[in-house]
């Protein structure tokens, strides 16, 4: 446990030291966000914040694991999926500050980037760290074998596509108030850096830990009003994270709880979009769901606060569910 409350302190404390002059710098060669102008009107101030602060939390993701965690082939697992999601977020939050526009890389080209990278974190999870092919249903109090061979490999790396692919997009969806998913991915991490704990994964644990320790030092930047946004990097980064822990603690079908919020906002965006192509009317006023709220004149501090208590209940019941039907039953 000390190693995991020091591993969050140093990712704390290395990311508010290197928060400041990290924006001056992103100041100094204009690396700002562009607001998308169909948006809510109060958002036109944040035209030109510096953005890709995803980078400065990484920082001290790597600083407390550089100290505290022993180097291993989980660990080195974690940090590979994250470096690589994290690259692909980094690459497209140039392309929109290269571009000038909200806009970066198609949806089509970050989908398959994204199975890329699937694609490793599969063969380093299955040859190397030894994760079965099997799903753990607690609901149901049993568990799905996917099967030996070729077949068991597809329906595992299915799953994985879907684990992964899906948390990254739904941080990243979610990311679009100050603090708002860098709040919740902090709530939902702390949640499987207990887990991790529990299952006796410590190195995991470290993993996690010091992910939200890095986060909390992230929002003392991002906090409204936000001095710097995360970017696509550091959604993706936290989604990389959230998507190795549910898998390495076999909790895969407890993540859409843990991540209720996550889960909530890739909904509304999906509702969205199909109810418009079927009939061209909108389930909300805007997609994702935090902007429905400010257009029906919720403030900023409001939408971010509730949503950060309504995904604090959602990782309580699925901690909660996994501690009377997995922890208990091992």
């Known amino acids: 446990?000390?190693?995991?409350v020091l591993a969050a302190a140093v990712a704390f404390a290395v990311t508010v030291a290197l928060g400041s002059p990290f924006i001056n710098f992103l100041q100094s060669k204009k690396f700002g966000q562009f607001v998308r102008e169909e948006g809510p009107?109060?958002?036109?101030?944040?035209?030109?914040?510096?953005?890709?602060?995803?980078?400065?939390?990484?920082m001290g993701l790597f600083s407390a694991l550089v100290v505290v965690a022993?180097?291993?082939?989980?660990?080195?697992?974690?940090?590979?999926?994250?470096?690589?999601?994290?690259s692909?977020?980094?690459?497209?939050?140039?392309?929109?500050?290269?571009?000038?526009?909200?806009?970066?890389l198609s949806a089509r080209y970050k989908a398959l980037l994204l199975i890329l990278a699937v694609v490793v974190a599969d063969?380093?999870?299955l040859r190397y760290v030894g994760v079965t092919?099997?799903?753990?249903?607690p609901y149901l109090d049993r568990n799905l074998v996917l099967g030996p061979?070729?077949?068991?490999?597809?329906?595992?790396?299915?799953?994985?596509?879907?684990?992964?692919?899906?948390?990254?997009?739904?941080?990243n969806l979610t990311d679009g108030l100050d603090g708002l998913a860098a709040g919740a991915g902090g709530i939902a991490l702390l949640a499987y850096t207990a887990i991790a704990f529990l299952e006796r994964q410590y190195d995991l644990a470290i993993v996690c830990g010091a992910m939200v320790g890095?986060?909390?030092?992230?929002?003392?930047?991002n906090a409204h009003p936000a001095q710097v946004f995360m970017g696509d990097t550091g959604s993706l980064a936290i989604g990389g994270v959230l998507a190795a822990a549910a898998v390495l603690t076999k909790t895969e079908m407890l993540l859409p709880i843990i991540g209720g919020v996550f889960v909530l906002e890739a909904l509304s965006v999906i509702a969205q979009v199909l109810v418009f192509k079927l009939n061209g009317r909108r389930v909300f006023k805007m997609a994702p769901i935090h902007h429905h709220f400010e257009f029906l004149g919720w403030a900023e501090n409001k939408v971010v606060v509730r949503f950060w208590i309504m995904q604090s209940a959602c990782a309580a019941i699925g901690f909660v569910i996994y501690y009377f039907t997995l922890y208990n039953a091992v």
């Not at 446990?1 to 995991?4: A, G, I, L, N, T």
Request: proline letters at 2%; hydrophobic letters at 55%.
């Open 70 to 86: 022993r180097p291993n082939v989980a660990t080195l697992t974690v940090l590979l999926l994250v470096m690589t999601v994290a």
């Open 149 to 171: 061979g070729v077949i068991g490999v597809a329906l595992f790396s299915f799953l994985m596509l879907l684990v992964i692919v899906g948390t990254t997009n739904a941080v």
């Open 123 to 125: 063969v380093m999870a």
């Open 133 to 137: 092919q099997t799903v753990i249903l």
């Open 1 to 4: 446990m000390f190693s995991v």
């Open 214 to 221: 890095a986060i909390i030092g992230f929002l003392w930047f």
């Open 88 to 104: 692909i977020g980094l690459y497209d939050d140039w392309q929109k500050i290269s571009n000038k526009r909200n806009e970066g």
């Open 41 to 58: 009107q109060t958002h036109l101030i944040k035209q030109g914040t510096p953005t890709m602060g995803g980078v400065v939390m990484l």
